[in-house]
């Protein structure tokens, strides 16, 4: 896939994204630039409200591991933080807090990966079908986690 093909389609899948929160009931809230690593702010009506910031990240189905997201920064992960991956060829949402990426992403250990998250979010079959795999199962769909009180710390 060229770069602008590539580009276009990580930016029509963060639109779709926020179209399947809005689907969902969400109050949603789009960002005019990415450079704190948000692309949407959820407002949950709470009392008081609460904000979600929400980071969104899609591999089409041409790329070489289309349910890995790999050599990931995040900035500051916090309770009110979470991604949301798109796999097109296993066609899987998977919603997952800041917090569980950090705690259970693998971490690269030299390199350009060094301190960066991978994760492997499908298995590739040798028929070339993309499924997701079972490990992330409660993180599939979980749109909802999005409306989870945190944990107290």
């Known amino acids: 896939m060229a770069f602008r093909d590539s580009a276009s389609f990580g930016k029509r899948q963060e639109y779709i994204a926020v179209a399947e929160l809005l689907k969902r009931g969400f109050d949603v ?19 008081p409200p609460r904000y979600i910031d929400v980071q969104i990240k899609a591999r089409s189905k041409t ?16 309770p009110n933080f979470f991604f949301i991956f798109y796999s097109e060829a296993a066609d899987t949402y998977w919603v997952m807090p800041s917090l569980t990426i950090v705690d259970k992403a693998n971490v690269g250990k030299s390199g350009k990966a060094e301190g960066k998250y ?5 298995n590739t079959h040798r028929d070339g079908t993309v499924k997701p795999r079972p490990k992330w199962e409660q993180f599939q769909g979980a749109f909802d986690l999005l409306r989870a009180q945190p944990e107290k710390s």
């Open 29 to 47: 809230y789009m960002t005019l630039v990415d450079d704190q690593q948000i692309d949407c702010i959820v407002r949950l009506e709470d009392a």
């Open 118 to 122: 991978r994760l492997d979010l499908t």
């Open 63 to 78: 790329a070489k591991h289309p349910g890995t997201f790999a050599a990931m920064v995040i900035k500051d992960p916090r």
